[in-house]
Nanobody, 128 residues
Framework: QVQVSESGGGSVQAGGSLTLSCTIS????????MGWFRQAPGKQREGVAS???????TAADSVKGRFTVSKGNYKNTLHLQMNSLKPEDTDTYYC??????????????????????WGQGTLVTVSS
């Protein structure tokens, strides 16, 4: 059974930084893409940043230059370094893995494929 665990969320003031971490266990695939997604109440879940199996990194236009996604020392871990946080970054952030390249639109964050191995998410709150 796949288990996804996200951590690192919290409350910060605008301009602050946070680092999110994700660990995935129980995945039967030896290689897979991983990504960070976020969702506000009443809104669609949207892509933030992802790393495909071949190492291709995709970041949403809204976070480019501020957020950095990286793999941890173990292939089943993923981090998201978030700098220069803005109030509009306030969301619950989720980590996901998929045996295919992540399929979402960087300009809008729209996800083109439904993913189904979400964790509980970690809440990020940015105050102005």
């Amino acid at each position: 059974q796949v288990q996804v665990s996200e951590s690192g969320g919290g409350s910060v003031q605008a301009g602050g930084s946070l680092t999110l971490s994700c660990t995935i266990s129980g995945y039967t695939y030896s290689t897979y893409s991983m990504g960070w997604f976020r969702q506000a109440p009443g809104k669609q879940r949207e892509g933030v940043a992802s790393i495909d199996m071949d190492g291709t990194i995709t970041a949403a236009d809204s976070v480019k230059g501020r957020f950095t996604v990286s793999k941890g020392n173990y292939k089943n871990t993923l981090h998201l370094q978030m700098n220069s946080l803005k109030p509009e970054d306030t969301d619950t952030y989720y980590c996901e893995a998929d045996p295919r390249p992540m399929d979402w639109v960087p300009s809008t964050g729209r996800m083109n494929r439904i993913l189904d191995k979400w964790g509980q998410g970690t809440l990020v709150t940015v105050s102005s």
